[in-house]
């Protein structure tokens, strides 16, 4: 059974850099779709990045230009680096793996197609 942890987490100012990384306990296929997610309170959680087996990214609008997500199939982690952060960018981040097909059909941002999920990490920007 695959567990995800993140890590990385931290409190920065408007501006900065954080660069969070994602281990799995088990073997991860390097086939898989992998993602990153985050959720703010009182909103829903919103998909940011994700990677697919030929490290094809995909990122949300909110993000595009300043996240980066990498994986290294070797180490089966997943990584985001997130540069030019800003208070909006307040939220628990979480990284998760599905099925490669959820990559290849375009909802590689659906939360409800990753079937494991880390536990969080916090990011917050003021």
């Known amino acids: 059974h695959v567990q995800l942890v993140e890590s990385g987490g931290a409190s920065v100012q408007p501006g900065e850099s954080l660069k969070l990384s994602c281990a799995a306990s088990?073997?991860?296929?390097?086939?898989?779709?992998l993602g990153w997610f985050r959720q703010a309170p009182g909103k829903e959680r919103e998909g940011i990045a994700s990677?697919?087996?030929?490290?094809?990214?995909n990122y949300a609008d909110s993000v595009k230009g300043r996240f980066t997500i990498s994986r290294d199939n070797a180490e089966n982690t997943v990584h985001l680096q997130m540069d030019s952060l800003i208070p909006e960018d307040t939220a628990m981040y979480y990284c998760a793996t599905t099925t490669p097909r959820t990559c290849w059909v375009g909802a590689a941002l659906t939360a409800t197609e990753y079937y494991t999920w880390g536990q969080g990490t916090q990011v917050t920007v003021s």
């Open positions: 088990g073997i991860i296929s390097s086939t898989n779709c």
């Open positions: 990677i697919d087996d030929a490290h094809m990214t």
